[in-house]
């Protein structure tokens, strides 16, 4: 049915040669079936890392001139602002943009959010993709089902496939997907040269995930759009942010105490990090983020569960907010 699991290191030589597959850290027959069927979804040439964070780092060490500047979208996945402020001391400089309007002039390296989690801002990809820097877009929350990035003339694509991909929360792993050949080869070469790859293990569940990708999202985003409706209509919620699309929504009670109560007070919905997951998720992110994020700020990752019961349990949090 799926491709096999081949947990192999090594491939014995073809008549004395390496074949397609002779040492694990270059490619592997698992990875290799993962990389063709993602790479199909988003219409490029994929690679699979170890986490959504390995991609970006081989995406920044491959695509980013030394001493060069990254335009990074404002609000966006907070891991990428804290790695390449992290990299300051190698050259990385970074100036942050309001991504719904064009990147700064300065940028070597464009890297946009669609959306940006937990802003749910979109990105005006024409204006990025008309800067003669190459446009890296994470579309972690968008999956390739809901933008392909790279029909819209982005160079790069990448997925945290720790979320909606594998969509179980039972592994780590990350995509980059390339427009050109080219850049593949680039991409590849870092990921073989740094060690950064994703084992068989990994690739076979995020080959797994993919087999159901479609319904999962079909759901949780039906789900979202209801409980967006009565989020949008409670006393107790000032801001609602929804894409109109998508699993992912964030919403403002009164403070960060606020957050707090309905934190503590969900049931069905788990209050935990991270998002694409079967299971429906809630946090603040203020605790993580600071001051970039208003302190009563709330991200939920909608999950598979009934939606009747996902709402009982958010009007009972919010009764306590
Ligand atoms: C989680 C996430 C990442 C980082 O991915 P990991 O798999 O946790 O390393 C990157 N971008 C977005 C939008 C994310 O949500």
New binding site residues.
Partial sequence: MGAPLDRSATWPYEDGEPGRFSYVRADHPTGVACEAALGALDGGYALLFP??????TCVVLTMLPPGGTVALAEG??Y??RTLLAHLAPWGVDVVEFDQTGPPPAEADLILV?AP??PLLTMPALEAAVAHPAPVVC????SSPLRLRPLDHGCDVV??????ILSGHDDV???VTVARNAEVLDRLHLTRRLTGIVASPDTAWLVHRGLATLEVRLARQEASARVLVDRLTGHPAVETVRYPGFSFLVSFDVADGEAAGRVERSVRTIVNAT???GTRSKLEARHRWEGDRIPTGLLRLSVGLEDMEALWADLEHALEQA
């Fill in positions: 986490s959504g964070m390995a991609a970006v966006a996945y891991g990428h959010e940006a989690n994470d579309a972690t929350v990448l997925h945290s496939a720790t979320k780590l792993a990350g991270s998002l694409g």
